[in-house]
Each structure stands twice: as C-alpha cells, then as structure tokens.
C-alpha cells in the first residue's frame, strides 16, 4: 500500500477499533460480547495451529497417551506403560527425554491428587484474540474439554481453559494479571486470593490481617464450587515476600509460582475433580537438611609457668641425684 493520506487516516482508524474491542473485551470478562468471535477464530486457526505441530512433534504419541486413556483408576498404570515403551524408542535426544520426564512428573502429580487429566500440548504462545498471557493447547471439545477447566503441569497450577474449540483450546495463564485464583496455606490453613502480575511474583490477599505468615510458607489452590474453574490441592507456589501487617482485615504477601510460565510444553488438564480434597498431599515433599558434623575438642589443662618451672627444677635435681648414685657404686 503507497504511503497516501488515506491509507494513514485507514491505519489509525483500525487501530482505534482493535483498542475499542479489547477494552470491551476486558469489561466484559466472560461474558464478553466478542466471545463468539474469538470461539470462531479458534474453530478457524486451531485446526491449522494443531497440524503444523502435530508436523514437527516426534513425541506427540506421549501426548496421545494420555489423551486417549481409559477410567482413572487404570489411567496411571496405562500411561507408565505408555511412557516406558516411548522411552525406549526415543532413545537418547535431549529433547526427548526432557518432554518426558516431564510428563512422567504430570503422572505422579495427578496420582498424588487423584486428579483425572486429559494430556496436552502448548502449540502456540499468546492469542490471535487478544493481548493476555494465553497458549493455546491442541484439544479441544472433541477430546472433551470444556471451559474452565484447571490446568497443571508437573510443578503446579498452569491456568484455566477459557475458551474451547473443536480441536484446540485457550488457557489463560496464572501469571495473567486477570486471573484470580483461591488459595489456602500448608497446615496454617489460612485462605486468600491470588492475582497475576505478569513476570513478577503473584500477588495473594490473605483474608486474615493478623495470619502468621514467613518466606518459604507454600500455598495451594482452595478449590471452586463443583471443582471448577479449580480443583483443590493443586500446588501454587512459596512465599517470598511479606508486606508488614497494618492492622487492617487483609494482609498481601507474594508468592513465586512453582511453574514457569514462559517455557511450557506438556500440561495435564483436569476432566475430573479427585472424590476428596488431598490438601498438602500434592505439595513436594521439603529437601531435609543437611547432617550437621560435630567435632568435639578435649583441651589439655596446661599448669601455670611457676609450675612449669618448678617440674622442671625438680626434674633435674632428679637425673643429678641419679647419676651421683651411679657414681658411687662405679668399682
């Protein structure tokens, strides 16, 4: 396009109605009024989206594994074998085996919680629909996956589905400064709410102004009203930091995620809550510390000079009178 007044007037005009449309967007949450648009865009490009990395995966079988499996109770056994005839195939690239100790890190952790997961993969970064941080992952209605549903991977709480094509699927990350998840504290069990903040650490409001709250405390998710959009017990992240309480009838502390948002592959989606809250059972277990040696030193009670010196007088007034003894017994 030549560089005219018109084609200017023409660029400045779309980029009005591409800010008009995400502030109506935002506003609108879920109810958004271009919902329907970005589910049609999804029908569109997802299927394009999903060939393209179905084309340069060499491990999407894995992946395949764990979408197609059976009951719950016989998922695990089923995805372990799964896993352990992959990995002899795959041999020895790097990439490989990194993607699957990363899914078998996705099977203990839905073991542990008893979460039902539906297996994914991240085939592409942000969406076409808006500027939030999103991937999109290749299942969608077909596999069964519906909106808000919890998202996680071997380290923690990855999102939320938000929107739901035929063959692919939107999850808003919880690093999103939109996204807001419950959360309650290992053993103290006090709740809060947790808020995105982009790369820096999440922001949780604990309801509870005067909890006892330290660096290094860890949280997990509390669960939503019929497990969705959350599951309970899925690991969040540690404390790092806590703001000095005010008095008032909330406290902000903030927590490092346990998922790194910016290097996702394989994720879990829950297709169904566990029968019970497992609490902390999802959490890792704490790395013990280290044996502490102990080297025990006896001292040595050393007399004072004076005595040092008279020892010594006497010593040798000793080895005179010897050797005078031995004199006179010489023939």
């Known amino acids: 396009m030549r560089d005219t007044r018109e084609s200017r007037l023409l660029l400045v005009l779309l980029i009005a109605i591409a800010f008009a449309l995400i502030t109506v967007d935002i506003r609108g949450g879920q109810e958004s009024p271009v919902d329907g648009a970005r589910q049609a865009a999804a029908a569109v490009f997802g299927p394009v989206e999903n060939g393209v990395a ?21 998922r695990i ?78 380290s923690g709480l990855v999102g939320r589905v938000t929107t739901v094509g035929p063959s692919t699927s939107t999850v808003l990350l919880a690093n999103d ?5 419950g959360t ?9 709410f947790a808020t995105g903040q982009g790369d820096r650490p999440l922001l949780v409001q604990l309801l509870n102004g005067k909890a006892k709250v330290k660096p290094g405390d860890r949280l997990v998710t509390f669960g939503s009203r019929a497990d969705k959009p959350f599951v309970p017990g899925v690991p969040v992240g540690e404390v790092v930091r806590v703001d000095p309480a005010g008095g008032g009838l909330t406290r902000n ?5 346990y998922v790194g948002f910016t ?12 029968r019970a809250d497992p609490r902390d059972m999802v959490l890792p277990q704490k790395p013990k510390p280290a044996p502490t040696v102990t080297v025990t030193v ?15 007088q006497r010593n040798q007034q000793g080895q005179n009178q010897q050797g005078q003894d031995q004199g006179d017994t010489t023939p």
């Open 298 to 312: 006896t001292p040595t009670a050393t007399p004072p000079d004076g005595q040092q010196a008279a020892d010594g």
């Open 184 to 192: 309650r504290m290992e053993k103290s069990d006090e709740l809060g």
């Open 77 to 154: 056994a089923a995805l372990e074998k799964e896993n352990a005839e992959l990995k002899a195939e795959l041999g020895s690239d790097d990439r490989n085996r990194n993607r699957l100790r990363e899914l078998d890190s996705i099977l203990k952790t839905a073991g542990a919680g008893q979460y039902g997961i539906k297996g994914a993969q991240v085939i592409a970064i942000g969406a076409a629909q808006g500027f939030s941080w999103t991937v999109t992952v290749d299942v969608g209605a077909r596999d069964g996956i519906k909106r808000d549903m919890t998202v996680l991977n071997g």
């Open 177 to 181: 400064p939109d996204f807001t998840v």
């Open 54 to 74: 179905a084309a340069v995966d060499p491990i999407g079988n894995a992946i395949g594994a764990v979408r197609d499996s059976g009951e719950r109770h016989t």
């Open 263 to 274: 290097k996702l592959d394989i994720v879990g989606i829950v297709v169904q809550a566990p």
């Open 253 to 257: 502390i903030y927590v490092r995620p």
